[in-house]
């Protein structure tokens, strides 16, 4: 079970952090992602971390403002994102996929689990 928290709304040029916890197996098991849906747009990936933590990637759209990262003793992943503009408004989900490569997935059909999701609002 992933769930995620710490979306609200904020104003353009802010930061926020989000969180998803895991209950179950360790999150080292798995690949681990963050994925957002924007009313009318499809489910879009936005950062993802492998299973060993080691490698990790972005989405364009996102790079150099979001970090993800992870504490294994709390079993959590987070999603740090800076600098928020309008275009940052959505659901926010967290995901968890297994995989034998240690790769990071950025496909959402390759992920098994699925928070129910967290609002973040960008005003300008």
């Known amino acids: 079970q992933l769930v995620e928290s710490g979306g609200r709304a904020v104003r353009a040029g802010d930061s926020l952090e989000l969180s998803c916890v895991a209950s179950?197996?360790?999150?080292?098991?798995?690949?681990m992602g963050w994925f957002r849906q924007a009313p009318g747009k499809v489910r879009e990936f936005v950062i993802g971390?492998?299973?060993?933590?080691?490698?990790?990637d972005y989405a364009d759209s996102v790079k150099g403002r979001f970090t993800i990262s992870r504490d294994t003793a709390k079993n959590t992943v987070y999603l740090q994102m800076n600098d928020l503009v309008s275009e940052d408004t959505a659901v926010y989900f967290c995901?968890?996929?297994?995989?034998?490569?240690?790769?990071?997935?950025?496909?959402?059909?390759?992920?098994?689990?699925w928070g129910q999701g967290t609002r973040v609002t960008v005003s300008s």
């Open positions: 971390i492998n299973p060993s933590g080691t490698s990790r």
């Open positions: 995901a968890a996929g297994t995989n034998n490569w240690n790769a990071v997935l950025t496909n959402n059909r390759h992920y098994d689990y």
């Open positions: 179950g197996r360790p999150i080292s098991d798995y690949a």
